[in-house]
Each structure stands twice: as C-alpha cells, then as structure tokens.
C-alpha cells in the first residue's frame, strides 16, 4: 500500500480503533442506546423503516432523491469526495463552517502539510480535540462489531453483559445484511456483518475527482480501496459522521458565533457518507445521536468520560475548563488572522454556508430522512430534555455561558425535531435522536444575546 493509504487507514483507526477488551461503563451506555436498530425487524413499523432505510439511501447516492443539499449535486457529490478525508488531528476539513474569513484564519494555522505532518492552534486545542474524537470514535468502534456480529474485534465474542443487550431488547446481529439480502460470510458481503451500501445496493454512482489532498481519487478507491478498504468494515454506526458531529459541535462551541454554520457542516459531512454509497441514513443518524450523546456528558463533566484513557490523547480530568482554555486560544489566534473582532469576521462568508435558510432546510430533512415512526408513543409527544437527559443542556451552555442549564435544557424541548424515530425509544440516549441543534443554538443565541 502506498504512504498515503496507510495514512488514511491510520486516521480512521485512530477514530474507531479495534476493540479487543471488555467494553467500558460508557461503551455499554452507547451500545444500549443504539440497540434499537437490532429489534427493528420485530415490529410492522421496525420494518417498514427498514425498507426505507435502503430505499433512501439508495435514492439519496444516485440522485433520484433531490435533497435541497448546499451545493448543486454534482459539486455535492465532490464535496463528500473530499470528506471522505478525515484530518483527525485538528478538524481542518470542517473549518469551512467557520465562514469565509475565520475559515481560513483557522486553516492557516490548523492544516495538514501533506499526508504524514499537520499544524495545529495550539496544544490545548490539539488536547480537546483528541480527547473528544477519541471518545465519540471509541464507541463508534464498538458498536460497529458488537452490532455486526456480537464480537468486540469481529472475532472475540462479547461478554454476557453486552450480549444481554441484544437479548433484551430481542435484536439480532447483522440486521442490515440479513434485510437487504447480504448476509455476513456471503459472496459480496461484509465478513463480519452489517455490510455497507455499496455492497448491497443495486448501483452505486460513481463520483470521480480529487480528494481533501488534492489527489486524483473515485469514491470507489475510498469504499474498497486501496485508499480505504471498507468491504468488511461494518456499517453501524458510521464512525465518519461521529467524527463529522464531533468536530462540528466541538468548533461550534469554540466560536459560538458560528454555531449554527457548523451544525450544519456537520450534517453535510454525514450526509456525504451516503452520496459517497459508504452508509445508509441509519448509519448518519445513529453517529449523529452518538456524538452528541458522548460530548453533552463529556461537557458535564461526567466522571465516567474525564479523566480516562483515550486512545491517543492525553487524560484531561476537566472538560469544561479544558475547552475554555481551547476557546480563548482559537479566539486569540482567529482575531489575530482577520484583524477584526471574532463577532465582525464571523459575518464574512462568501462559501455554502451563508444562506441561513438553506442550512435550515438542508439540516432538517437530514433529522429523519422521513424514514417513518418507529415508537408512535414518542411521536405524538414532546420529551422533556431536562428530566431525560438533563447534561445534554452543557450542548447549548458551554457555547453561551450566560444560560443556565435550565434554560438550555428548556429551549433543546421546545426545538425538538419530529419524535418516535428508529431511536426514539424513550430513553435518555433516544432523545438526543430527536434533538435540533440547529434551531436550539438559534433560540439560545437569541437569549444569549437578550433579543426577544
């Protein structure tokens, strides 16, 4: 393999690493949040969504399906080419939600030379971020095997703590190959489970340009190599789009000025991995919600996340006080590149991401992707964040400290997006399924800011 695809197989690994050992506490809190997924072909509903999965999905990467996506689909299809790339050490590729001016303050700080050297801010920055990443892409990782076949590495079976799991929700391994005819182990399949649109699909459109890198490249030679070789890599969740969240929500609350931009540059980035035929909008939501699960409590302070062994990163025993020290160090470095205020050159932005009402569209078709209701019971109620998951408010005040809890939590309810999704249980984890961060950091920026 060349330098490069050892690289870029590295940057992934390095966000989903292998998981050899017993889960931990918080693996086991992630993987029973997305457990649902497993029992959907339980029910009439379950099924349905099912169905709808792979058809949209399908519909999505060819184009048959228009989604009112930021850019025209041809150059959508060459934007998720190039997200393909996962600049892990200092969330480079998501800097565009930054805007036109902060964007390339923060590039000309933040980049990567080539393949194997990168800049960063700062060190407290490069700390909060692989702390983060690490994480989010932690879990990711563990739920790939566990759901695909019930193994922490795809050959090392769970322990009977983790397979209680499945067992009590009554869902099975593989749900994704064995609905949609690819059964693991069978000719064209993921070993392992699980296997990926591209597998399973009856075409796969080709999308042919250049990469992050500026490297001629196909999203074929990111599916099945050798740039990345996903053929028995599990599809569930997808560890691109926890990425694609955590960078989002980890810049939007380092430059909150922008929090609204970089919701939506995370939605893209997970919405990219169906047009590049790597995942189904299952995957996409299934990262989405994990990411945001894993960073509300890493924001909280939660002692079951700080002050643990992360691949990769330092411990850092404080979250919050470590990104207050990452945020005064971006905005030092982002005034010092425009020569402006962070709040004047927040506004400077020529790019994709400066038609608020396109972001708004474009995020919101991508909470459900109308794949249907899974539990009516949610659907026809709204869920109260603050009894529920009452640290998923730190989402909201970490970025506007002059909220309080309870005021983000009341805000993240009354902006809640459509309930009873294929997540949408009833659990502490299922409402972050459901949660608008878009809309919620509109509202909260508004009070903030003391506008009615």
């Given at each position: 393999m060349?330098?490069?695809?050892?690289?870029?197989?590295?940057?992934?690994?390095?966000?989903?690493?292998?998981?050899?050992?017993?889960?931990?506490?918080?693996?086991?809190?992630?993987?029973?949040?997305?457990?649902?997924?497993?029992?959907?072909?339980?029910?009439?509903?379950?099924?349905?969504?099912?169905?709808?999965?792979?058809?949209?999905?399908?519909?999505?990467?060819?184009?048959?399906?228009?989604?009112?996506?930021l850019l025209p689909f041809p150059q959508q299809q060459q934007q998720a080419l190039q997200d393909a790339f996962i600049t892990g050490a200092n969330f480079a590729?998501?800097?565009?939600?930054?805007?036109?001016a902060l964007g390339d303050g923060y590039i000309a700080r933040a980049h990567y030379i080539d393949q194997a050297k990168h800049t960063d801010i700062s060190q407290a920055v490069a700390d909060v971020i692989a702390y983060a990443s690490g994480t989010t892409g932690s879990?990711?990782?563990?739920?790939?095997?566990?759901?695909?076949n019930a193994t922490t590495d795809g050959k090392t079976p769970v322990s009977a703590e983790e397979a209680a799991i499945l067992t009590n929700v009554h869902g099975e391994t593989d749900i994704f190959g064995k609905s949609y005819g690819f059964p693991a182990?069978?000719?064209?399949?993921?070993?392992?489970?699980?296997?990926?649109?591209?597998?399973t699909e009856p075409s796969v459109t080709p999308?042919?340009?250049?990469?992050?890198?500026?490297?001629?490249?196909?999203?074929?030679?990111?599916?099945?190599?050798?740039?990345?070789?996903?053929?028995?890599?599990?599809?569930y969740p997808s560890g691109h789009t926890?990425?694609?969240?955590?960078?989002?929500?980890?810049?939007?609350?380092?430059?909150?000025?922008?929090?609204?931009?970089?919701?939506?540059?995370?939605?893209?980035?997970?919405?990219?991995?169906?047009?590049?035929?790597?995942?189904?909008?299952?995957?996409v939501m299934g990262g989405r919600t994990l990411a945001l699960y894993d960073l509300a409590h890493l924001l909280a302070n939660d002692l079951a996340y700080v002050d643990q062994p992360v691949n990769g990163a330092p411990r850092i025993k404080d979250f919050q006080a470590a990104i207050k020290a990452a945020r005064a160090d971006v905005t030092k470095a982002l005034q010092a590149a425009c020569g402006k205020t962070i709040q004047e050159c927040a506004s400077e932005d020529t790019g994709r991401l400066n038609n608020p009402v396109a972001n708004e569209a474009f995020y919101a078709v991508t909470q459900t992707y109308n794949l249907g209701v899974v539990y009516p019971q949610q659907a026809s109620a709204q869920e109260d964040v603050g009894k529920l998951a009452h640290e998923a408010g730190y989402l909201l005040t970490s970025?506007?400290?002059?909220?309080?809890?309870?005021?983000?939590?009341?805000?993240?309810?009354?902006?809640?997006?459509?309930?009873?999704?294929?997540?949408?249980?009833g659990s502490s984890f299922g409402v972050y399924s459901r949660l608008n961060l878009y809309a919620a950091a509109g509202k909260a920026k508004a009070l903030a800011s003391g506008q009615p």
């Open positions: 060349t330098s490069k695809t050892l690289l870029a197989i590295a940057a992934l690994c390095a966000l989903i690493p292998f998981q050899a050992a017993a889960q931990s506490a918080t693996d086991l809190a992630v993987l029973k949040g997305l457990a649902p997924a497993s029992a959907l072909s339980n029910t009439a509903e379950g099924k349905a969504a099912l169905t709808a999965n792979y058809k949209v999905t399908g519909g999505i990467q060819t184009g048959a399906i228009q989604q009112p996506t590729d998501l800097a565009d939600g930054l805007g036109t879990h990711a990782g563990a739920g790939k095997y566990f759901f695909a182990g069978s000719p064209g399949a993921d070993a392992y489970g699980n296997s990926r649109p591209f597998q999308i042919v340009g250049h990469d992050y890198l500026n490297v001629p490249s196909d999203n074929g030679q990111y599916n099945r190599g050798p740039v990345m070789n996903l053929v028995n890599s599990p599809s926890t990425y694609g969240y955590t960078g989002a929500v980890v810049l939007a609350i380092l430059v909150p000025e922008r929090y609204q931009q970089m919701i939506a540059r995370g939605a893209e980035y997970g919405n990219d991995r169906i047009l590049m035929g790597a995942h189904y909008t299952m995957d970025a506007f400290p002059s909220l309080t809890l309870e005021q983000a939590d009341r805000i993240l309810t009354e902006t809640e997006g459509p309930g009873g999704g294929y997540l949408d249980n």
